[in-house]
């Protein structure tokens, strides 16, 4: 991957987290704590770095939280630390960064910096205010320690890439694909029970709005179908869109090993030349959560379409990129 392909997907994926960091607090503008809470969520190695020192996602909104309250302390204000809501970004907009997160995020990719999350990491923990020092000390560690660790992580490999038994190349050898990895923090067996219970594919699956699973009660089986449904709105409130003939998709769970991997194909019943597409996705556990591997492929067209394709491969690669952003956004929101 390019610097610069590095840099933009770094920045998109940490704004999204940080700004929906912010709407929990009804906040607008998310500043350098948020940028922290987003970087306890980083797949990269900065992520790791901080959740093996306890800067998890939950223990700094407490010391946010906690700090929060001693500064209206100490203005004469004695409330206690405020519990932060729901998610609400994708039902609001006017989001913006702070002045100061925006300059970390933007020098992390200047010069010599790869603008990868350890770039962004090491920025933020340099930054003048103090805040984040103090909120380090909150949590038992300090700038210092993670700027150790983190060189420490740099010279080091990265861990290897989770791998699942059937990937869509597999299944799918004349497909489109790509994938990408994401951090939950939660343990592997609750994102297990999320994932293969077909009632639940509403909470992380974006294009579901409803499921028809009259014979699975429960955990469904390597084999078992179903039936989805649109949303009628998007979290915005806007109206969905439902191109005609697709109004019913059918999915199926084509492999699964519990608590390693799992793998679906979904189809359009109704649209006779529709293409199909296989997710895949493998789970291992990690530091302070559980880690996934994302792999999205979808069914090359024949014929003239497939001549198309080509020429707008530039495009369905971004798409396939968006919709395994969606997928990774959608799991680890379920447990935020």
């Excluded at 010391?63 to 609001?92: V, Y």
């Amino acid at each position: 991957m390019s610097k610069f392909a590095r840099a933009a997907t770094t920045s998109q994926t940490l704004s999204l987290a940080a700004m929906e960091e912010a709407s929990r607090m009804g906040q607008r503008e998310p500043d350098v704590e948020h940028l922290l809470l987003a970087l306890t969520l980083s797949e990269q190695a900065a992520g790791h770095v901080l959740r093996s020192h306890g800067v998890t996602l939950e223990a700094t909104r407490q010391a946010i939280a906690e700090q929060r309250s001693l500064s209206l302390q100490s203005i004469g204000i004695d409330l206690p630390a405020p519990d932060g809501g729901r998610i609400t970004f994708h039902e609001t907009n006017g989001y913006e960064w702070s002045k100061r997160a925006f300059d970390i995020i933007t020098r992390a990719s200047k010069g010599r910096n790869d603008g990868d999350a350890a770039a962004v990491l090491a920025e933020l923990l340099t930054e003048p205010s103090g805040l984040i020092e103090e909120l380090l000390q909150r949590l038992g560690t300090s700038p210092a320690a993670l700027i150790s660790h983190l060189a420490d992580a740099k010279e080091s490999s990265a861990p290897a890439t989770p791998s699942t038994s059937a990937t869509p190349a597999d299944t799918l050898p004349d497909s489109k694909h790509g994938s990408t990895e994401v951090f939950v923090p939660a343990p592997i067996e609750e994102v297990w029970a999320l994932l293969v219970n077909p009632q639940r594919m509403s909470e992380w699956e974006p294009l579901t709005g409803g499921v028809i699973a009259p014979d699975i009660t429960g955990d469904a089986m390597v084999g078992a179908s179903w039936l989805t449904i649109p949303p009628t709105e998007w979290p915005d409130g806007k109206t969905v869109r439902v191109r005609r003939g697709s109004e019913r998709r059918r999915v199926e769970l084509v492999a699964g090993v519990p608590g390693s991997s799992i793998s679906w194909r979904f189809t359009y019943p109704d649209l006779g030349r529709s293409n199909s597409y296989q997710l895949c996705i493998a789970l291992s556990a990690t530091t302070g959560g559980t880690r996934l591997g994302i792999t999205l492929a979808w069914r090359r067209s024949r014929g003239w379409r497939r001549a198309v394709g080509f020429m707008l491969a530039p495009l369905q690669r971004f798409a396939i990129w968006m919709q395994l952003r969606q997928f990774a956004g959608g799991i680890s929101r379920a447990f935020r």
